[in-house]
């Protein structure tokens, strides 16, 4: 299963002009550092940080859990709908 059926990479994507990606070569790989002036997005992007942190400390079966938005997207999302 793709990990599209977490909302926070739509809600991300949403706001894809307001973060900021770069990425620097370290002795061991890669550090990547997303950030965004905007509150809610800086949000997302530490929700999002959660999520990948859980991933590699826990395997393909933390992959199929359920995330959920932070507050403000759950609202922006029901009065959309």
């Known amino acids: 299963m793709p990990l599209t059926h977490q909302p926070i990479f739509a809600e991300m994507i949403k706001h894809?002009?307001?973060?900021?990606?770069?990425?620097?070569?370290?002795?061991?790989?890669i550090k990547v550092t997303e950030t965004s002036d905007d509150p809610y997005v800086a949000k997302l992007l530490q929700s999002h940080?959660?999520?990948v942190d859980k991933f590699i400390k826990n395997g393909m079966e933390q992959m199929m859990k359920d995330y959920p938005l932070p507050e403000k997207a759950i609202a922006s999302r029901q009065k959309a709908n």
């Open 49 to 51: 940080a959660e999520m």
């Open 16 to 29: 894809a002009k307001k973060i900021t990606f770069n990425t620097e070569k370290t002795g061991k790989g």
